[in-house]
């Protein structure tokens, strides 16, 4: 396979990135999920990857260690993540593995309904792909030989699809005139827990009981960041 350029990398896994952003939450909602109702607001939304390490910089041996994942469950069920708390994985510190970790990304999307989000361990650098079906758990052990690096199958509770269409969902919030849906300010793809990761401004009850009751409260996150502005389009 030709090789190419860091900077031609960082450009092809931005683009993805941003394709998998502006599918979650400003795309059509999935087949026969939801309202099917075509969106009409415009949400930002957190898709970075970390830039990647010099190519004569070797990656670190052994693997620095990552926070401690947060653990906190509201009373609601929805987990609480901590300010700055990586949920996208590690530093790309390879430029076969970046383009590998890529390509799940791509078939997550070709096959929204049987996989989740796929993640890359922080520590372990292995490569996860999600099988949210039967389906895509033989797609995951037909694709993880052929990724060259070493890969896990976890099996998720939610399609990438359905996430998909979450996403999407919680992003009209406002405009119902649901309480407190103006603290929120971003909608980030929890790929380390396969969730959607609700960012708000200051904790709010009621939201937090609205998101339970109108979402399964174990395919949210929850983060407080006092950083944080409006959404756009609300």
């Known amino acids: 396979m030709q090789r190419i350029g860091l900077a031609a990398l960082t450009v092809l896994v931005a683009g993805a990135l941003t394709l998998v952003g502006l599918q979650l939450l400003n795309g059509p909602p999935a087949p026969g999920a939801g309202s099917g109702a075509s969106p009409n607001a415009a949400v930002t939304s957190l898709m970075s990857m970390p830039t990647a390490s010099p190519p004569s910089a070797p990656p670190p041996t052994p693997a620095p260690m990552s926070p401690e994942p947060t653990t906190t469950v509201h009373a609601s069920g929805i987990l609480l993540i901590d300010v700055d708390e990586p949920v996208q994985g590690g530093p790309v510190t390879n430029e076969d593995r970046a383009m590998a970790f890529s390509g799940l990304i791509d078939l997550a999307m070709a096959h929204p309904s049987d996989l989740g989000y796929p993640f890359e361990d922080p520590e372990t650098h292995d490569l996860i792909i999600s099988a949210a079906s039967d389906a895509g758990r033989a797609l995951a052990e037909e694709t993880g030989p052929t990724l060259g690096f070493p890969f896990r199958?976890?099996?998720?509770?939610?399609?990438?699809?359905?996430?998909q269409q979450m996403s999407y969902d919680i992003s009209l919030l406002g405009q119902e005139g649901v309480p407190d849906a103006d603290l929120m300010f971003q909608l980030v793809p929890d790929w380390r827990d396969n969730r959607i990761m609700v960012v708000i401004r200051e904790m709010s009850e009621p939201l937090l009981a609205t998101l339970a009751e109108r979402f399964p409260p174990d395919a949210l996150a929850v983060q407080v960041d006092p950083r944080g502005g409006a959404m756009t389009g609300y």
């Open 153 to 163: 199958i976890r099996e998720v509770a939610y399609s990438y699809a359905e996430l």
